[in-house]
């Protein structure tokens, strides 16, 4: 069993940057794709930006150039530096972490981020 918690979330002006954490704890050695989802308000759950334990990386199209992901595997924790932001950006962020084959899929609790003046 694998337990997410992210932290980092908050009110920025926009152009601002934030940075998430997410931290696993359990089997962590187990979890081969970690990232970051989010929900918008009214909207559905999508991707962000996932980062394998080889290093491949997965970028929503909206958040490329503006967003990094990283992670430390043998920590279990993975990070999402977030610059330039823009108020379509407000979101909860919800932290991810699934097995290689995908059979096993956990989340976090999620954690707000608003982009504001």
């Known amino acids: 069993q694998v337990q997410l918690v992210e932290s980092g979330g908050g009110l920025v002006q926009p152009g601002g940057s934030l940075r998430l954490s997410c931290q696993a704890s359990?089997?962590?050695?187990?979890?081969?794709?970690m990232g970051w989802y989010r929900q918008a308000p009214g909207k559905q759950r999508e991707l962000v930006a996932t980062?394998?334990?080889?290093?491949?990386?997965n970028y929503a199209d909206s958040v490329k150039s503006r967003f990094t992901i990283s992670r430390d595997n043998a920590k279990g924790t993975v990070f999402l530096q977030m610059n330039s932001l823009k108020p379509e950006d407000t979101a909860v962020y919800y932290c991810?972490?699934?097995?290689?084959?995908?059979?096993?899929?956990?989340w976090g609790q999620g954690t707000q981020v608003t982009i504001a003046s």
């Open positions: 359990g089997n962590v050695f187990s979890l081969y794709f």
């Open positions: 991810n972490a699934q097995s290689r084959q995908r059979t096993l899929t956990y």
């Open positions: 980062l394998t334990s080889g290093g491949s990386t």
